[in-house]
Structure formats: structure tokens, C-alpha cells
């Protein structure tokens, strides 16, 4: 099966929780993708038109992410989880897809959200990923969700 790395970036540490879940149920290493300036809680106040979340978006900024992954390459499955931002991937999930050439990659999205569902986050997200990869599944859990089974059919 090769190597299996769970990739995630969690503003408030609801992804964070499902995301060392859904990795120990792989059974693969795990690499949080951390901005090199924390997001504090005004910065993610999307009701706020002035806010860091909502200047990122709307000039498709660039976020600068703390570390990278060593080894890379070695993966042949990676798991990338996010928060829900505007209906897509935050600007840092498409930094992270940028600094690495994906092909022969096995990519399963997976996110977190108050209310919205996956939508056009596969689409949404082509642009950023370099090399011949397969996005296999994308699909938004509740905090509590049993990802047993999803991971399963992902892992087998």
C-alpha cells in the first residue's frame, strides 16, 4: 500500500481532533499545515470584511506555512483536512498543495464545517496540485463522526 500521511491545517482545533483521528485509524504519520503566523480569533472572524481570513481570500493570497513535510515523495496516500472557508479549502490548503509535485499521490479530502458541504472544493483545488494524482474521496464530518469505515475503504 506505501507510506500514508494525514495533512491538515485546523483554525480552532475541531480538525485537528479529526484529523489525528482519521490518522491513527490509517495508521500513517501526520503533518499539521500551520501558517508561520498564527491565525488569532479576530483573524478568522469572517463576519468582519477586514479580517485576515477575508483579506486571504479575496486576494488569493499566498499563506506562508511553518515546516514542510520530509520525505514527501514516499507517501503514496495522503489524507488533507480542512476547515470549510467560502465554500472551499482555505488559502493555506492551496499553499500546501503548491510546495509539492503530487504525481502517483492517492488524495482524500476531508473538512470540517458549521454547515456547508464539500461542494466545489475538488474543483476548486485542481489549480494548486502539480503531477499525475487522483483525488479518491472528499467528504465534510461532523466533529464526533465514526471515519472508521470511510478510512477503511480508503486504506484497504
Known amino acids: 500500500m506505501g507510506k500514508i500521511l494525514t495533512a491538515y491545517f485546523s483554525a480552532e482545533g475541531t480538525t485537528a481532533g479529526l484529523a489525528e483521528r482519521i490518522s491513527k485509524a490509517a495508521?500513517?504519520?501526520i503533518f499539521e499545515i500551520a501558517p508561520e503566523e498564527p491565525y488569532s480569533k479576530a483573524d478568522i472572524?469572517?463576519?468582519n470584511p477586514l479580517s485576515r481570513c477575508n483579506k486571504e481570500?479575496?486576494?488569493?493570497k499566498d499563506i506562508p506555512i511553518k515546516g514542510k513535510v520530509e520525505g514527501f515523495e514516499e507517501y503514496t496516500t495522503v489524507f488533507v483536512g480542512f476547515?470549510?472557508?467560502?465554500y472551499g479549502a482555505p488559502n493555506i490548503i492551496n499553499s500546501f498543495m503548491k510546495q509539492y509535485d503530487w504525481s502517483g499521490k492517492r488524495i482524500a479530502l476531508f473538512?470540517?464545517?458549521g454547515g456547508s458541504d464539500?461542494?466545489?472544493?475538488?474543483?476548486k483545488l485542481r489549480p494548486?496540485?502539480?503531477g499525475d494524482y487522483r483525488i479518491i474521496a472528499a467528504e465534510v464530518f461532523k466533529p464526533d463522526a465514526d471515519i472508521t469505515e470511510w478510512v477503511k475503504g480508503i486504506v484497504k
Do not use: H, L, Q
Request: proline content about 4%; glycine content about 20%; charged content about 20%.
Open 27 to 29: 495508521g500513517g504519520d
Open 45 to 47: 472572524n469572517w463576519k
Open 57 to 60: 481570500k479575496i486576494g488569493k
Open 83 to 86: 476547515p470549510i472557508w467560502y
Open 111 to 113: 473538512a470540517t464545517s
Open 118 to 123: 464539500i461542494g466545489k472544493t475538488v474543483g
Open 128 to 130: 494548486y496540485v502539480s
